[in-house]
């Protein structure tokens, strides 16, 4: 706390994203990363841009980024929206689109930085808690509401709600906004990028992080009637005018031409998924049906924070998070063949040993 702070700060509880530690030889399954590295295309249209041109500005609106991702998803350029990582987009829609009298609802068990966008804007919310298998039922967001936000696979849960379910809801409130929070879309579920032309008050945030492996070049975008992207466009501008540098919208635009590198990676994330579901059902975990690059799993015999340490003491480490609902569960991202090997031969060796 400082006197020069303004009265906001000292209340404002800000998210504290997995940790990047720098070890040597660690097995990081903590932030679900992709383990393979972007696609040749991307690294060689940034080397590209890294030329004298970078003088000059940005692109403000990013319009050939736009396009690109207009023309992949059928839509226009007035329905795209790009920012630096989804997560900045998710901070301007929060502000742009889900403040209003009545509360924003979201899962109680779900994206933990819902929260803290709320408090930063002063946004009244309620959460809907998820059944007793930890899905999102539908039915139970038809309460009165001044918008809806959801990440569709859920995080941390893995768990995709059907395109049928995100229908109802955005038909169950007309006149307000749904946000579907598509990180993980890619490794299974499905997108409702292909609603957004027949419902004006759907907004679709998709990340280049997770599937496209490019987490590291911060690019996020959103799909949504021009209204929608136009309250977003207005924040952004009254924020920071040029979020994309000309790095990220040369290497992001390059990943939506790569198409088949695309398609290896993440089949390739999926298959290791449902090899380590296995591995993991076999050594006693009960794990949750994942449509993402990760698995959240518990273990009844054994203590999760307690798993989480041992393996972490082998150089591995995994997200535990300490909710009181989801507190003896492991958030587990997929690695490589060799990394979910490893993990699994690792926890052959704590379990045995490990309490009760
Ligand atoms: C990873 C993640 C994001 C943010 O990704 P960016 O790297 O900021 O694009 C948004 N929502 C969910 C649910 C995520 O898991």
Redesign the pocket.
Known sequence: MSRFWSNIVSELTPYVPGEQPKLPGLIKLNT?ENPYGPSPQVLAAISAAANEQLRLYPDPSGSALKQTLADYHGLSTAQVFVGN???EV?ALAFMALLKHEAPLLFPDIS?SFYPVYCKLYGIDYRTVPLDETMHIRPQDYSGACGAIIF?NPN?PTGIGLLLDGVEAMLRAHPDAVVVV?E??VDFGAESAASLVERYPNLLVVQ?L??SRSL?GL?V?FALGHPDLIEALERVKNSFNSYPLDRLALAGAAASFEDEAYFQQTRAAVIASREQLTQELEGLGFEVLPSQANFVFARHDAHDAAQLAAALRARSIIVRHFTAPRISQYLRISIGTGQECAALVQALRAILPQADN
Request: glycine letters at 12%; aromatic letters at 12%.
């Open positions: 679900n990582g989804s997560d998710l994206y990440p995080a929070d990180a993980y990340t992080s997770k987490a911060r996020g």
